[in-house]
Structure formats: structure tokens, C-alpha cells
């Protein structure tokens, strides 16, 4: 096997790895805390990207990528509030959470999908270049969209994981999550935060659609693939712990890179469910999960 | 006989005898083709409920049960050049091995891991479809599958009539078979493990021998309906993967109401019709859907069944069922 | 001396199941009360309406003066209300210091937090040793001693714990007894709901004895049972 081969396989495990990092990540944070899988968190990542489209881009309001990627985060943070409040609050107390829930999300996911459709049209957008050219780190060269992934999802995930160890506000989600009637009695607002919660898994969903629309083309259907990908991650890792899910998200973006270049493009999503059945029929509770 | 199979069965033979009577006072074609479509769904979703309603299993891959009877039917029938009849049996055959494939390493998983595994068991399908195309077609797709035919009458002539009471007839042998399979002691044993697990297994109960008998029961009939609309539309195209179709039957059942078995046939009827009817609609036919599941689902969880019920109830009693309806929560 | 916890007339249960048939009591600050009687009778269930869990039905509950019968638990926190519930898990997966700070969550609390973590050390010594350590790693009686813990440092007007004892070996509540003991002697304003009467009568000024959702005994009223009857009548003899 060349050098180049493993540069290649290195490079973009990296940056699958990155990405599916934070997608995994707002995913792992709703289940963790409110016990609801978001079917609709790939649609996130999608209506982010064209809002950053929106406000950054030329043909939008033409305000620069930076100004497109601060207030599109910020609009998913508060589109996540609305969310909970509108899909999954009406359900919590039901004896079928999960099982609605996944029904909710998913009619979410058609609305959002169709909504985008309707306000952008089917055809694809181009996120303006982050940077005007690549960049080569140890002689393997990067995007300067692939650049802003590779950086900016370990940044991210340490500020989520200060977040949540770290402030009195995180360690509450935390907390709402393992015992909620107990967190009602110290005084905690179980409501807000899971508002909380959901809002900043919004925001990486949005933040993560926003590198992914930079690295590739935005369209109303671009957040089915990422959504299926992220479903893979968090079986793999299961679903109980944050730093599972990220191990599991690198893990997953190395075995599909190393599949990708070996056994080809279409071979590899039958390969790596593969993989994931194989782990669920040893590990029921995924690779780094708990009982 | 008992009395609540007389009501099932007086209500389902009633609502066959209508459709039945439908195409002779005059129904349009293109209305007929709504009908049969919706046939379909309906014994899609009915078959769903003895998973996801009786059986309390989160199977998330009865859709792929369909599409793998789609693409059965179609390489029986065109690539193996199988009479088409037996294509059509063949097409259930293939869904029930499918099904005994992966109940398999769902057997020792919980909750959200089962919806995840099957879910993403879908998505195995639709890969494999794709990336064997010399076989499948790839994302083109099978064209000009044969239909079926009695004799030399094609089943498409006279305004697709032979498609509408092949189908009508379908689904009527599905929902017998349902309700069969629900009231017997089989059918008994998966609902005790529903409603108390451990209990059940008390009583000797095998959960993993039950859990592989109810995917294998769901998934006979949902392979046919997966063959008759193959054999009906002609084409085995991946697009009947994607998560419209899902979406659709599953609200079918929740919206119906879960372990029913009319009432996820009832509302696959009214779903079709009405997305066919919104199809002008464009993009906003999925917003009205998605906002109609879940206003349901939060204001009427009870489903359709519920109202019904509790409407005949009504006529009888006051309103007091039907309020109880809107508070009922899914069973 | 004003009440500072008035229940007025409660009535409340589950589902369509009465528990508490139009209950009352008055506690006044700096006063602590002793609550036994069978299980399954209402005692935590007055609790859990107390303290905002539950929904009265009729009736109402006052706290300093203020009714707090239709209020969130949140707020019935933050005017200094704290529930230790029965058998509480906290949360498995935090630290022990993790949980006490979060005792300290309202804003009440959050200026008096350095002052009353050094209370629960001092109370418990051994949480000191352990503050680092997964709540879930901890023995029953750790937990307890954490449960209570948590109460101290959400800087309680009153303090309801239920059943701190439950299911502990005897020298371990004897370690708890002295802390709840200490509690009381302080300016906390207590509730303590036991099976063990005489660790009450020890702990606290007056009891109640809750049956079938009422209060059959209150030794605080002249010509009712005093302790040593209630002791006599109920727990037999040589209790």
C-alpha cells in the first residue's frame, strides 16, 4: 500500500470523521436527555445550510460566509426551541414516547424537507469558498472547507463537553436527563431545559449542515444521507454516553474511508451496516454503551 | 362465534361489499387507480400492526418487506421468467425470509436500538438494489415487468378492473388472516408479551421463538401486496425505498389506531385518497400530511378506530366514549 | 410565632384513586415535625403535593403566608421549600460534589453555597473523602447522607425528609440520626416522616399520625395522645 493511498484513506476519514462528530454529537445530546431519537436532525442540518446560503451568499442577502454561518447557527438554536416545543413537549409524558416520537420527527423531517423546497426551489446551491484555496497539512492537502471541518468539530466538541461538565447550566441537562423528578425537586426548570438541550442539538445540527454544505452542494434532500450515516454512528457507539458517540463517529469515518478507497463507493454503506449488526448481535447496547 | 368477531367481521364485509359495488356505478378510472394503490398501503399497514401494535415489536422494516416483495415479484417474473402467479406467492416467500433475517440480531435489543437496526435494515436493501444493477437495474430500475392475466384476459383491460378486485380481494384474505392470527392462542401469547413481559415468560413463553413467529406472520402478505403492485404498476423502481412510502403507512397505522387491524385499513384508504386528491398540491400535499399526523397524534391519539367506535357508541350512549377516545393513549 | 407551613383541607391521589381525604396541618417556624403512620396511608403522597409533584384536588397549601397549591415545583424550591424525597437515586451518573453543587441550584441558595457546602462536610465527613467519586458508586447510606446533603445546601427554610432511614443498618442511622438531630437543632424548620417513633419523638417537638389519608393523632393538641401513647397504641408495648 503507497503512501498516497494512506494519506488519501487518512485525510478524508478525518474529515467524514469530523463531520459525523458533530452531527452524533446533537443527536447523542437529545437522546441523552430527553430519551427521543430526532429523525428530523439531518433536516436541520439541511434547512441550516440554506439559511447560511441565505444570509451569506451572492445571490442571498450577500452578508459573507462568516455572517451566514453565526446567524444560521443562531437560527437553528431557535428553530431547536420551537421544535421541542411543537413536536416532542405534547408527547413526553405518553407511555409510547419513543415510538411517537420517531412518528413525529420523521412527519418534522417531510415538513422541513418541503418547506426548504418550496423557498429555494429543487435546484442546488453553492456555499461561497470559506477560504480562496486549500491548505496542506504534513503533505496531505485539504479543502479549505475540508480545513474548517477538520478544526472546527474538536473545537466544538470541547466547548459541548465544557458545556456540560464544566457549568452549573450543563451539569443540570445532565442531571434532567438521569432523574428528572429529582431535578424538579432541587429547583431545576425540567422544561427549559430540555428546551436547552434540544436547542443546542439544533444548532450543531445546523453548524455541522453548514460545513457539510460548504464541502458539497445544499439541497432539500442533502441531510437523508448524513441522517442515515449519524443512525450508523450512534448504534455503533450506543447511545449513552457523549464521548461513545464521538469515539464511534472518527471510528465509523475511518472504517467508510478505508472502505471507500478498498471495495468502492457502493459496496460501502452494505459493509458498514454489516459491521454495525455484527456489533449489536455481540454488544446489544452498542460498542461504548451502558445498560 | 363471539360477538365482538361478529362486529369486526360484519364491518369489514360491509366496507368490502361497497368497495366491491364501487366500479359498477361508475368511478373513473384514475379514481380506481387511487383505490388500488390504497389497497395496497392498506395491507401494508394492517400486517404493520401485528409488529409494531400487537406484537409491541419497533419493527421499522416492514416497509422493506414490501420492496424486497416489489423486487421479488419482479425478478421472478421477468428475470426468472416464473409464471406470474407464483411470482406473486414467491414475492411473500421472499419477504417472510427477509424477515426471519433480521429478527435475528434484533432479538436481544431494547427500544429505540430495535427502530434503529430495522431502519437502518431498509437502508441495507436500498443499497444492495442500487449497487447490483446488472440484476436490479440499479436506480433505473426493472421496466415492463409481465402483469397478471386469467387465461387471455389482462387484468389492465376494462379500466385496470382486474387489478381493483385482485387487490379488493387481497386485502380482504389479509384482514381475515389478521384477525385469525390475532384471536388465536398464538396471537394471544404475543400480546401478553407486550403488555407484561416478564410475566409472560412466566408462563413459558419464549420470547425470541414469538418475536420470529409474529415478523415472519407480518411479512407474508406485505411481500404479496409488494408483488400485486409490481405486477399492477409494472416497474420495480428503489423509489418505493424512500421514507414518503414509510412515512405514509406509518401514519396509516397510528393514524387508524394500533392493534385494530380495520382501523390502519381504513386510514391507509382515506390517506391515499386524500394525497391523490392534494396531488395538484405539490410540496404543500407533505406539509398538510405532516401537520395532520401530528395534530392527530397529539389532539386524537385513540386513532380513527377510536372515533368510530366511539361515534357508534354515541349513538347509542352520549358522548362520554367519545371524549374517552381523544384521551386513550396508543396502545 | 407565624406558621410557616399551613395545609388546609387536602385532598389529592392518583388516577381516580383518592389517597388524602381533606387533610390540614400547621407548622410553625423553627418548629419540627414528626409524621408516622402505616405505609400506604397518604404520608408521602402529602409530601409529594406539598412540595408541587402532585395536583390538590381541593384544598390548599400555604407557605409563609402564601399559597403555593397551583405553583411549579421549581418556585416552591426557590422560596426555600426542599423535598427529600424517599429512596432518592439523585443522579447516578454525577459526582457527589456535581450533586450538592446542583442542591444549590436556586437562586436563593447560590450565594450561601461555599458556606453550606462546608456544613454537609462538616455534617458528613465522610462525603469529603468521596466528593469525586459517581453517585451510583455509592453505598445506601452515603447516598442518604448525600440526599440530605443536597437538602442542606438548597439553603432550606423547611426541610422535609422522607424516610431517611429506610433500609439502613442500624449504626448507619445512628450516623444519620445525629446529622437530622443537628439539622433541627439549628434554625431549619423540619418535617420528618419515620417509621421508627422513637427516633422521632428524639428528633422532633410534635408528631401526626397519618391513617386512611388523615391525621388521627396530633400530639401538639391538649387531650390527645401524648408520644408515649402513640407508642403504646401502635407499635405495641415494648417499642
Same mark, same amino acid.
Given at each position: ?291 | ?231 399492477? !404498476? ?5 423509489? &418505493?425505498?424512500? /421514507?414518503? =412510502?414509510?412515512?405514509?403507512? +406509518?401514519? *396509516? @397505522?397510528?393514524? %387508524? ?29 407533505? !406539509? ?5 399526523? &401530528?395534530?392527530? /397524534?397529539? =389532539?386524537?391519539?385513540?386513532? +380513527?378506530? *377510536? @372515533?368510530?367506535? %366511539? ?21 | ?239
Amino acid at each position: 500500500m503507497s503512501l498516497d493511498a494512506i494519506q488519501s484513506i487518512l485525510s478524508s476519514a478525518v474529515v467524514l470523521g469530523s463531520l459525523y462528530a458533530i452531527m452524533a454529537a446533537g443527536l447523542a445530546l437529545t437522546w441523552t436527555t430527553l430519551g427521543i431519537f430526532n429523525f428530523a436532525h439531518g433536516a436541520l442540518m439541511m434547512i441550516g445550510a440554506y439559511f447560511a446560503w441565505q444570509i451569506g451568499a451572492d445571490a442571498g442577502f450577500g452578508l459573507g460566509v462568516a455572517a451566514g454561518m453565526a446567524i444560521g447557527v443562531a437560527a437553528l438554536v431557535g428553530l431547536g426551541v420551537v421544535f421541542e416545543r411543537l413536536v416532542i413537549r405534547p408527547f413526553l409524558g405518553s407511555r409510547q414516547v419513543v415510538l411517537i416520537t420517531v412518528i413525529t420527527t420523521l412527519a418534522a423531517m417531510i415538513f422541513i424537507q418541503n418547506s426548504a423546497l418550496l423557498t429555494w426551489g429543487p435546484r442546488m446551491k453553492q456555499m461561497p469558498p470559506v477560504l480562496p484555496q486549500g491548505i496542506s497539512v504534513m503533505g496531505i492537502s485539504f479543502s479549505a472547507a475540508e480545513l474548517l471541518i477538520v478544526i472546527a468539530a474538536p473545537v466544538t466538541l470541547i466547548a459541548l463537553w465544557l458545556f456540560l461538565t464544566r457549568t452549573r447550566l450543563g451539569t443540570a441537562v445532565r442531571a434532567v436527563a438521569q432523574n428528572p423528578e429529582a431535578a424538579a425537586l432541587m429547583g431545576l426548570n425540567v422544561s427549559r431545559l430540555y428546551s436547552l438541550a434540544f436547542a443546542v442539538s439544533a444548532g450543531l445540527a445546523g453548524f455541522s449542515g453548514i460545513l457539510l454544505g460548504s464541502m458539497r452542494f445544499i439541497t432539500p434532500t442533502m441531510g437523508v444521507e448524513p441522517l442515515i450515516k449519524a443512525l450508523v454512528v450512534v448504534i455503533f457507539g450506543g447511545l449513552g454516553s457523549l464521548g461513545g458517540t464521538i469515539g464511534a463517529a472518527y471510528i465509523i469515518g475511518f472504517l467508510e474511508a478505508t472502505s471507500i478507497y478498498f471495495i468502492g463507493l457502493y459496496w460501502t454503506p452494505a459493509l458498514l451496516f454489516l459491521v454495525i449488526i455484527v456489533v449489536l448481535v455481540i454488544r446489544p447496547q452498542g460498542l461504548f454503551g451502558k445498560e | 362465534m363471539q360477538r365482538r368477531d361478529r362486529t369486526f367481521f360484519a364491518l369489514m364485509a360491509a366496507g368490502a361489499a361497497a368497495l366491491a359495488l364501487l366500479p359498477l356505478i361508475g368511478v373513473d378510472a384514475s379514481f380506481r387507480h387511487f383505490l388500488i394503490l390504497a389497497f395496497i398501503y392498506a395491507i401494508v399497514a394492517s400486517n404493520w400492526d401485528l409488529t409494531l401494535g400487537y406484537g409491541g415489536i419497533l419493527n421499522f422494516a416492514h416497509p422493506a418487506f414490501f420492496e424486497l416483495g416489489v423486487y421479488g415479484y419482479a425478478i421472478f417474473a421477468s428475470t426468472l421468467e416464473v409464471e406470474p402467479w407464483l411470482a406473486l406467492l414467491l414475492a411473500g416467500g421472499v419477504a417472510v425470509i427477509a424477515a426471519l433475517m433480521i429478527v435475528l440480531p434484533v432479538l436481544r435489543l431494547r427500544g429505540i436500538y430495535v427502530i434503529l437496526v430495522t431502519f437502518a435494515f431498509g437502508q441495507i436493501c436500498l443499497q444492495i438494489v442500487l449497487s447490483q444493477s446488472q440484476i436490479t437495474g440499479g436506480s433505473q430500475g426493472m421496466v415492463l415487468l409481465p402483469g397478471l392475466q386469467l387465461g387471455d384476459w389482462s387484468f389492465a383491460r376494462d379500466g385496470r378492473m382486474g387489478y381493483y378486485y385482485a387487490t379488493l380481494l387481497l386485502l380482504v384474505l389479509s384482514t381475515i388472516y389478521l384477525r385469525m392470527v390475532v384471536r388465536s392462542s398464538f396471537g394471544r401469547s404475543i400480546q401478553a408479551l407486550r403488555d407484561n413481559e416478564y410475566y409472560a415468560i412466566s408462563r413459558g413463553i419464549s420470547v425470541s421463538r414469538q418475536r420470529i413467529l409474529t415478523m415472519a406472520a407480518s411479512a407474508v402478505f406485505t411481500g404479496m401486496a409488494g408483488g400485486m403492485y409490481a405486477a399492477y !404498476l409494472r416497474v420495480a423502481s428503489p423509489e &418505493v425505498f424512500g /421514507l414518503d =412510502f414509510l412515512i405514509i403507512v +406509518l401514519s *396509516a @397505522l397510528l393514524l %387508524g389506531g394500533t392493534s385494530t387491524i380495520l382501523g390502519p385499513v381504513m386510514a391507509a384508504i382515506l390517506l391515499a385518497i386524500l394525497s391523490e386528491w392534494m396531488m395538484d398540491l405539490g410540496a404543500w400535499r407533505f !406539509l398538510i400530511l405532516s401537520v395532520l399526523i &401530528v395534530g392527530v /397524534l397529539r =389532539f386524537y391519539p385513540g386513532g +380513527l378506530y *377510536a @372515533l368510530i367506535e %366511539g361515534l357508534a357508541k354515541w349513538a347509542i350512549s352520549g358522548r362520554a366514549a367519545v371524549r374517552r377516545g381523544a384521551r386513550s393513549p396508543l396502545k | 410565632m407565624s406558621a410557616l407551613l399551613e395545609v388546609a383541607g387536602a385532598v389529592t391521589g392518583y388516577g381516580r384513586t383518592r389517597v388524602l381525604h381533606g387533610l390540614s396541618l400547621t407548622l410553625n417556624e423553627g418548629r419540627s415535625l414528626g409524621v408516622c403512620g402505616p405505609n400506604g396511608h397518604g404520608k408521602t403522597t402529602l409530601m409529594r403535593a406539598v412540595s408541587g409533584l402532585l395536583r390538590l384536588w381541593e384544598g390548599d397549601v400555604r407557605f409563609d403566608g402564601k399559597s403555593i397549591a397551583r405553583s411549579a415545583p421549581q418556585s416552591i424550591v426557590e422560596a426555600g421549600l426542599i423535598h427529600v424525597p424517599q429512596g432518592n437515586r439523585l443522579f447516578p451518573e454525577l459526582s457527589v460534589a456535581e450533586n450538592l453543587r446542583l442542591g444549590a441550584y436556586s437562586q436563593r441558595a447560590r450565594p450561601n453555597e461555599a458556606e453550606n457546602l462546608e456544613r454537609v462536610f462538616a455534617l458528613f465527613p465522610k462525603l469529603k473523602t468521596r466528593r469525586s467519586q459517581k453517585c451510583r458508586t455509592l453505598s445506601g447510606g452515603e447516598r442518604q447522607m448525600l440526599s440530605i446533603g443536597v437538602g442542606v445546601m438548597a439553603q432550606p427554610r423547611l426541610l422535609i425528609l422522607d424516610e431517611p432511614n429506610l433500609g439502613l443498618a442500624p449504626i448507619v442511622k445512628e450516623e444519620l440520626g445525629e446529622a437530622i438531630q443537628d439539622i433541627a437543632e439549628r434554625d431549619i424548620t423540619l418535617i420528618l416522616i419515620e417509621q421508627d417513633i422513637e427516633f422521632i419523638m428524639s428528633v422532633t417537638n410534635h408528631t401526626l399520625v397519618v391513617e386512611q389519608g388523615e391525621i388521627t393523632v396530633d400530639t401538639s393538641i391538649a387531650g390527645d395522645m401524648t408520644h408515649e401513647e402513640i407508642v403504646s397504641r401502635y407499635f405495641g408495648e415494648n417499642a
